[in-house]
């Protein structure tokens, strides 16, 4: 069964204290990885999307990355403004071109001044 | 300006009622989705449409109906809601592979 895992649940960090958010995935042929970031009460907004390992993409202060089982995203020196739930998505292979997504649970972060 | 609208923003119901989510894209995307947002399970796909009249069930389909009249618009319908029905729910259109989120809808169902 196609499968995404996020973690940690929730991250707690002061201004400038850089960390990773991890997204592990099973998945029967990997079409492409996602990153949304989503605020309170709004719709997900697109960041990323990774296809293959070793694959990297940079966004301001975020970076993802992708191996064979899993997708970082590092957030360097992050600024209260990147307080949000950040959400990770797969399509899977046998998905053909519906662009049908599995979605992990999200890592809500959260950047004390 | 161009984009994903979705309406009501917020909509109160009854047990039994039938809603009507409205979602409206400009992009001209073929593809367009439904998804409901739940605390402990993240986003789940409901129904997702292809085209103007192709439509499919996605993982939690029960209790819904969608109709695709034309590309732009993609309603979906509670037939007879339930309390199990009281969540957020979103509209994405896909440009190639990469999905677009509307505002969502936030659904309580008493």
């Known amino acids: 069964e196609d499968q995404v895992t996020q973690s940690p649940e929730a991250l707690r960090l002061q201004e400038g204290e850089s960390s990773s958010l991890n997204c592990s995935y099973t998945?029967?042929?990997?079409?492409?990885l996602f990153w949304y970031r989503q605020d309170p009460g709004k719709g997900p907004e697109f960041l990323f999307t990774?296809?293959?390992a070793g694959e990297e993409k940079e966004k301001e202060r975020l970076k993802a990355t992708l191996t064979k089982k899993e997708s970082f995203l590092h957030i360097t020196a992050p600024k209260p403004e990147d307080s949000a739930t950040y959400l990770c998505?797969?399509?899977?292979?046998?998905?053909?071109?519906?662009?049908?997504?599995?979605f992990g649970q999200g890592t809500t972060l959260q950047v004390k001044p | 300006d161009a984009g994903i609208t979705q309406s009501p923003r917020y909509k109160i119901t009854e047990t039994g009622r039938q809603v009507t989510l409205m979602c409206h894209q400009t992009?001209?995307?073929?593809?367009m989705f439904w998804y409901r947002q739940d605390l402990g399970h993240g986003l789940r796909l409901i129904y997702y449409?292809?085209?103007?009249?192709?439509?499919d069930k996605g993982e939690v389909p029960d209790g819904y109906v969608v109709s695709r009249s034309k590309t732009e618009n993609f309603p979906l319908t509670l037939e007879s809601a339930t309390r199990s029905q009281t969540s957020v729910y979103f509209c994405?259109?896909?440009?190639?592979?990469?999905?677009?989120f509307g505002p969502g809808t936030r659904l309580l169902v008493l």
């Open positions: 994405a259109s896909s440009r190639k592979e990469t999905q677009y």
């Open positions: 998945v029967s042929g990997l079409r492409g």
């Open positions: 990774l296809y293959s």
């Open positions: 998505a797969v399509q899977a292979g046998g998905s053909g071109n519906t662009g049908k997504l599995i």
């Open positions: 992009w001209s995307h073929s593809y």
């Open positions: 449409s292809a085209a103007a009249d192709i439509t």
